[in-house]
């Protein structure tokens, strides 16, 4: 199944951009297992999170401990500074739920994302809301430890359309 991008602000199938990116669809990440950026990491070549306490994300070994940072972070279309909003990716960047697909695109992105991504730029797409059928999707995990408590955690995510073809809501909890 070929997946398409919008790495270059146009939809395209992946084989067909000239660029170095992978892309994670919603399927291909709980297949995995994936729920945030480190997971991302850890099935993406070229991108690192450091975690020695700056935890900054390096793609191609481009980062930076002070300053603005190399690497951009897009939802959707929004920028979003991660220096200026947390200490911790954990705190600014979404869970890997309910979410079309993630973009890892290595390499300089300055033309089409702005001087933030001199080493690539990460972008989380949402899954948009079906203006014409109703849909659902929910992942839940339990866990336990031998003398310690349970852990879990649980999402849902629900859609339909409001005006048939004009109009649709989508609603998620994690």
């Known amino acids: 199944q070929q997946v398409v991008?919008?790495?270059?602000?146009?939809a395209e199938e992946i084989s067909k951009v000239p660029m170095s990116?992978?892309?994670?669809?919603q399927v291909n990440m709980d297949i995995r297992g994936v729920k945030d950026i480190t997971d991302v990491?850890?099935?993406?070549?070229?991108?690192?999170?450091d975690?020695?306490?700056?935890?900054?994300?390096?793609?191609?070994?481009?980062?930076?401990?002070?300053?603005?940072?190399?690497?951009?972070?897009?939802i959707d279309d929004t920028p979003i500074q991660i220096r200026a909003l947390a200490f911790n990716p954990d705190e600014t960047l979404p869970q890997a739920f309910d979410l079309e697909r993630v973009e890892v695109l290595?390499?300089?992105?300055?033309?089409?994302?702005?001087?933030?991504?001199?080493?690539?730029?990460?972008?989380?797409?949402?899954?948009p809301p079906s203006l014409?059928?109703?849909?659902?999707?929910?992942?839940?995990?339990?866990?336990?430890?031998e003398g310690g408590a349970p852990s879990y955690e649980a999402g849902v995510a629900?859609?339909?359309?409001?005006?048939?073809?004009?109009?649709?809501?989508?609603?998620t909890v994690w």
């Open 106 to 127: 290595r390499g300089p992105q300055g033309t089409l994302f702005g001087a933030g991504s001199e080493g690539g730029t990460v972008r989380y797409i949402t899954t």
């Open 132 to 145: 014409t059928r109703s849909s659902f999707y929910s992942r839940d995990e339990v866990s336990t430890t």
């Open 51 to 74: 975690n020695s306490g700056t935890n900054n994300i390096a793609i191609r070994g481009i980062a930076s401990s002070g300053g603005a940072g190399t690497t951009g972070i897009y």
């Open 158 to 171: 629900a859609g339909m359309p409001i005006i048939d073809g004009k109009l649709g809501v989508r609603a």
């Open 21 to 25: 990116i992978t892309a994670l669809t």
């Open 41 to 49: 990491a850890r099935f993406t070549p070229g991108i690192h999170i």
């Open 5 to 10: 991008v919008t790495a270059t602000r146009r």
